[in-house]
């Protein structure tokens, strides 16, 4: 393995799976039931975020527990509208044969992140997600808690992900960044891009 990285790390949503949709209609559940007229595309770009954080950009603090409940169980009861990008699970295995440690950083929570992870046929090394306790991104921590899990440096790692706060976590960790151009931002920088995930392979 002839690359300075030995740890890769993804971001989950817009990088590995297409969740747009189910988002969409998760959160049109939550404009029905809180009788909400907060547009869909203000709650997108603000994603990646931990989900507290977004309410309180939204101004939604203090229904901010129980959006979450009607959210989860929304998009969990439709899971089945959440695509993984195309061959980018097969991209995931090739790095993982080639000697690399993977993981997901992702402030999706941990009950929804393993039931879509349990479709794919992979072992990552690290699943690190919100615990409703430590600082979400773009605070570099989560990356932080994921390079301790898996004994490697930050000079060694490498985050793939797709929106400004993950650019942004990944410049306060000290680690590498690769903008995965199919996800759901863009990136105006100078950070390394993926057209595709086949590029990933070239730029680790």
Known sequence: MNSKYRLVLFDLDG???DSKRNMELSWLAVQTVFELNVPFENYFRLIGRPFNDIMAELDLN???D???RVYDVS??????LIDFYDNCPEVIKKIKEMGFRIGIV???DENRTLEILKKLDILFDVVECPDG?????PNPDPLFRAILKCQRDPSETVYVGDMDVDMECAKRAGIGYIHAGWGYGDCESEAAKALKPDDILKLI
């Open 62 to 64: 203090a229904l901010a």
């Open 15 to 17: 990088v590995i799976i």
């Open 66 to 68: 129980r959006i979450k």
């Open 133 to 137: 306790k430590s600082r979400g991104k």
């Open 75 to 80: 998009s969990s009861s439709r899971i089945d």
């Open 106 to 108: 992702t402030s999706k």
